[in-house]
């Protein structure tokens, strides 16, 4: 009898914690995909400040001269609460550095 008291005493306190175990690794999972996105958005909010500086270099034969350029000429729209982004023309012939960073709340 002492031993199927045990027994079931056991399992009374496993499952709770088996149970906050999954919980837990869920919610981690979730946070790692939250993030992942986060970069992912990051990293393709460069890429197309990127591609709209080579159209406008295969447009007009020169690289934007600044970030307003492309935002007034080809419709070009930056979250500025959560990005910051580097642009550096150098010359008119030569692709502007660019860096996007993201901004924390």
Sequence with gaps: MRRRH???LLKGL????IAAAALLCF???VNEL???????????LEETLRRSCVAC????GVYPPTLSYL?????????????TVRYSAFAENLMPDITVLENTP
């Design 27 to 29: 919610a981690m999972a």
């Design 14 to 17: 496993l499952l709770p914690v």
């Design 6 to 8: 045990s027994l079931s």
């Design 34 to 44: 939250d993030s992942g996105r986060e970069e992912e958005d990051r990293r393709q």
């Design 57 to 60: 270099y295969a447009a007009e």
């Design 71 to 83: 935002e007034e000429h080809y419709g070009l729209q930056i979250d500025e609460e959560r990005y």
